[in-house]
């Protein structure tokens, strides 16, 4: 599987932008797909995941309310809206697939595929 992330830039607080992610190389029919990111000098954390075939959606706290994931199974394509961004949300965003499928989506150990990466700063 590979992974291709695209979307990110500059942004002032407050703003939005949409993070895509797409995959190729198989269909994506029972994987999570998942958004992590690290913010400089932090680890790595877990942003939000979806689980392909059902489209159930996990967030992590930070983000519910103000983030969306979502998908287009026709595209083999994940998205990610970010809403009222912050200069917290500063960080490189990557995708990722766990082909497992349905194991902790929250734990970046589980994942087996990963996207380069794209990088998101917001201005305050």
């Known amino acids: 599987v590979q992974l291709q992330a695209s979307g990110g830039g500059l942004v002032q607080a407050g703003g939005s932008l949409r993070l895509s992610c797409a995959a190729s190389g198989r269909t994506l029919s029972g994987v999570t797909m998942g958004w992590f990111r690290r913010a400089p000098g932090k680890e790595r954390e877990f942003v939000a995941a979806?689980?392909?075939?059902?489209?159930?959606?996990y967030y992590a706290d930070s983000v519910k309310g103000r983030f969306t994931i979502s998908r287009d199974n026709a595209k083999n394509t994940m998205y990610l809206r970010m809403n009222s961004l912050n200069a917290e949300d500063t960080a490189v965003y990557y995708c990722?697939?766990?082909?497992?499928?349905?194991?902790?989506?929250?734990?970046?150990?589980?994942?087996?595929?990963w996207g380069q990466g794209t990088l998101v700063t917001v201005s305050s």
């Open positions: 990722a697939a766990d082909l497992g499928g349905y194991r902790d989506y929250d734990l970046a150990s589980v994942y087996d595929y």
């Open positions: 979806i689980r392909w075939s059902s489209g159930r959606i």
